[in-house]
């Protein structure tokens, strides 16, 4: 399977900044060998998609579970899929930790994404607390398991596994780290085990290719180093060479 290298914008990269950036995007990689993915502020999706200029899939990084309805400023996954959207980060750590999203609630969003044939990223991952208090696995046990039956009927989706201390400090995983917790995120998906885990936090073009060489790791989701053209090219980069020999479109389907 050829590796997935997404792009999380954040609160970044408006619609002049998101076209600029793809005036400069071109990765020297060869891009049949990776599927490269964007999450850019809905705002910018447009712009986005008409200029990206490279094969490449769109998402947005947030959804509401109803699909319309008296809840100012939020967006729907069935509105994000009509503007062009096949992806939906679902339950990313500032999500959870910043605007207090509950397993029920990152559980009802990933039913939603299915419902609106958006492709659910679901993201998890421990605090550093709780990776001190030896709770990596059951932390990752209870989020896989709040989520596994609302996506047990999509015919696609993904995990990804960040780790909260990882995720914009500079610190990253190391890839035993990241292989350990994907380990434990595959066991927890079960039958549902074969979906691409992807790891995040702090990922760059120095430490991209030695994790995507680790075992269970079939991607990156990356947030800092993807606002730049040129980095996130070298990542991409690293994603072909890592995953080369990989047969492409082995991505996980049971449709
Ligand atoms: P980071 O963010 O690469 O800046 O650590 C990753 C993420 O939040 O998805």
Redesign the pocket.
Known sequence: MGKVIAG?W?MHHGPAAAAAFFSRFRPRAALDSVEILFFPPDLSLAVSMETVGVPAGFGVQNIHPEKAGPFTGETSGEMAREAGARFALIG???RRHIFGESDAEVSAKAGAAVRAGLVPVICVGELLEERRAGLLEPVLRRQIGAIVASVATASRFMV?Y?PVW????GETATPGDAAEAHAIVRSALGELGAAPILY????KPGNAASLMTAPDVDGV?????SLDPDVFARIAEAGATAGSGDPVGGTWSAG
């Open positions: 999380n954040k990313h750590s500032e990804a960040e990882a995720i914009g400090t995040g936090g702090s990922v989701l990356v947030g800092g180093a």
